[in-house]
Structure formats: structure tokens, C-alpha cells
């Protein structure tokens, strides 16, 4: 496979999957069709798992892996609640909800570089560990603010009156300009281009210069600030804060990365991909719902999606190689 062919395989595969899982479904009686609301809820859906993925892409384009984002979300919208809860503004409540996130990133990125633990390692014990502390500063139990002071209006499906203007939600147009931002981050900025020439040959990066440890240690907190944002955006969603919530929403991260064309052993990925690969998570989401299916088949037909997207992986590589 040559350089030209593999580049339009990573192009048209997360495409060619989502039209894929939506034929399937089409094809699934009964037959529901996609109305203007649920295309709107879908697009609410794919909104936390696609700023989350955000982080976790360029994480994967360096040659790392983060299993703590689900926790780190929770933490995140735990931290939020409380502050409105106190009756803090809102800029302070999102701000402090950013931090917590980029705390939780450079923390990971700490472990690994620092310590040298293996990023599969160090996130797996960080998994835990934030969840832990979730519970521990929300006594065990949802934190309900009184007031949301507008910041439930980001991820409504269907816009309020004084934002009709915005189609659907703001949250999704959000989502759209970070994408925009980070594929320029990717493409056009030296720390971009240093995250994929580390994931594709640290050793090599290493000779030509590259700081290794603060590059890797930037990644994970720039992840951990979409992180953060997640979390903002979750107690959005559910208005309230409540540790025990995004339990497995790691795997749904992951999926839609490598579904969108990202190697686990690093060096490649799209932004382009990773929205699609959200945006078939959450319409993957949606239709099981539709149709009644229980959790456990969504979760085993994620499984064998990010088993399925590495195997694909792993032949292009070889017929590269």
C-alpha cells in the first residue's frame, strides 16, 4: 500500500464506517427513521465525547494511551457543581472545573515521564484514584446546584428561545471550533508536529532534538483540559454533578480515535476522523436506545468496534511495511 493510498484509506474508512452502521441500522426493523430532534440529540450526545476525544487523539498521536478520562470527567463536573453549589459564578465555576481537568492530565503526564511508567500503567491507577476523590469531595452523592446560571441552556437538543438562532446546540458549535483548532494545532504548529514525529519514532525525535518529557507532559495536560471541558459540559447536560457518572466513557473515547483513523502505536491521526468516529458512538447510542436494546450490547458491540478498528490498523501497517 503506498504512501497516497494509505493516507485516502485513513480518509474515507471513518466515513465509510458511519454510513455503514447507519445502512445497518436502517436495515433493523422496525424502522425507525432519524427525525430533526433525535438528529439534534445525536449531535448533543457525540458533544462530550468528541471534546474528550480531542485530547485523547493527540495523546494516541504520541504514542500514549489514557484510561482516566472518564474519571477525570467526573472529578471535572464534581468540582463545578460544588462551586456553583457555593455560589460562585459561573466563568469561576467553569474555570475552576478547566483546572481540575488540566490537573488530572499533567498529573498522568508526571507519571509517565517522570516516573517512566507505562501510560496504560499510570492512567489505569489514575483511574481509580480520580474516581475516588469524585466520591470523596461529593460525600458519595449527586451534587444538585440550585442555580446552573444558564450553563444547562449548552447542551439542551433543543435551543432555547433566546438561542433559537444557534440550530442546535451551543455546545455542538463549541465542539466544532475546538476541532478546527486542534487540527490546526496538528498541522500548522511545531508542539503539533512534534507530537507525531514522537509517536511515530520517539527514539529518532529524541536524536533530532525534541524535548521528549515536556512534549509528552504537555499533551496530557492539554487532554486534560478538554478533560476538564467534558466535565463542565456533563453537569450541562445532567445538571448536576455526580461522581459516580462517565463510567466506561474511555472506551467510547478510544473507539472513536482509532475508529477515525488514529494508530495506537502513534504517529497518526485526523481530527476529521475522530468527529466521525464520535458522531457514529452517539448514533450507535441513540439507535440501541431506539430500539430497546440494553446497555450490555452497546457495550459488547464498542468492544469489538475498537477491536475490529485496530485489527484494520494493524493490516495497513503491515502492507505499508
Request: proline share 5%; glycine share 10%.
Amino acid at each position: 500500500m503506498t504512501a497516497n493510498s494509505s493516507r485516502v484509506f485513513r480518509i474515507l474508512a471513518p466515513i465509510t464506517g458511519l454510513l455503514f452502521v447507519i445502512i445497518l441500522f436502517a436495515a433493523i426493523p422496525p424502522h425507525h427513521g432519524v427525525t430533526i430532534l433525535q438528529l439534534r440529540t445525536i449531535l448533543v450526545h457525540a458533544v462530550i465525547v468528541a471534546i474528550a476525544a480531542l485530547g485523547m487523539t493527540l495523546i494516541i498521536a504520541s504514542g500514549g494511551i489514557d484510561l482516566s478520562i472518564g474519571s477525570g470527567v467526573a472529578l471535572a463536573g464534581v468540582t463545578a457543581a460544588l462551586a456553583l453549589d457555593n455560589n460562585w459564578p459561573l466563568w469561576a465555576a467553569i474555570l475552576l472545573s478547566l483546572a481540575t481537568g488540566t490537573a488530572c492530565g499533567l498529573y498522568n503526564g508526571l507519571l509517565i515521564t517522570a516516573l517512566r511508567l507505562p501510560p496504560f500503567i499510570a492512567t489505569l491507577g489514575t483511574l481509580g484514584f480520580y474516581r475516588g476523590v469524585a466520591k470523596w469531595i461529593a460525600g458519595s452523592s449527586p451534587i444538585s446546584p440550585p442555580d446552573l446560571h444558564g450553563l444547562n441552556k449548552f447542551l439542551q437538543p433543543q435551543p432555547p428561545p433566546d438561542l433559537e438562532w444557534s440550530i442546535v446546540a451551543p455546545g455542538v458549535w463549541l465542539l466544532l471550533a475546538l476541532a478546527i483548532l486542534v487540527a490546526w494545532i496538528m498541522r500548522s504548529t511545531v508542539f503539533g508536529r512534534n507530537i507525531l514525529a514522537i509517536g511515530g519514532n520517539e527514539t529518532a525525535a529524541r536524536y533530532a532534538g525534541i524535548s521528549i518529557r515536556t512534549v509528552k507532559t504537555a499533551t496530557y495536560a492539554l487532554s486534560g483540559l478538554f478533560v476538564g471541558l467534558a466535565g463542565a459540559l456533563q453537569l450541562s447536560r445532567l445538571t448536576q454533578g455526580d461522581p459516580t457518572v462517565a463510567a466506561g466513557l474511555e472506551l467510547d473515547v478510544i473507539a472513536a480515535v482509532v475508529i477515525g483513523g488514529a494508530s495506537l502505536s502513534g504517529g497518526t491521526a485526523t481530527i476529521a476522523g475522530t468527529l466521525c468516529g464520535a458522531l457514529m458512538m452517539a448514533y450507535l447510542n441513540n439507535r440501541c436506545s431506539l430500539l430497546g436494546w440494553p446497555t450490555f450490547v452497546q457495550q459488547m458491540i464498542v468492544g469489538h468496534i475498537i477491536i475490529a478498528a485496530v485489527a484494520i490498523d494493524v493490516w495497513r501497517r503491515k502492507r505499508s511495511g
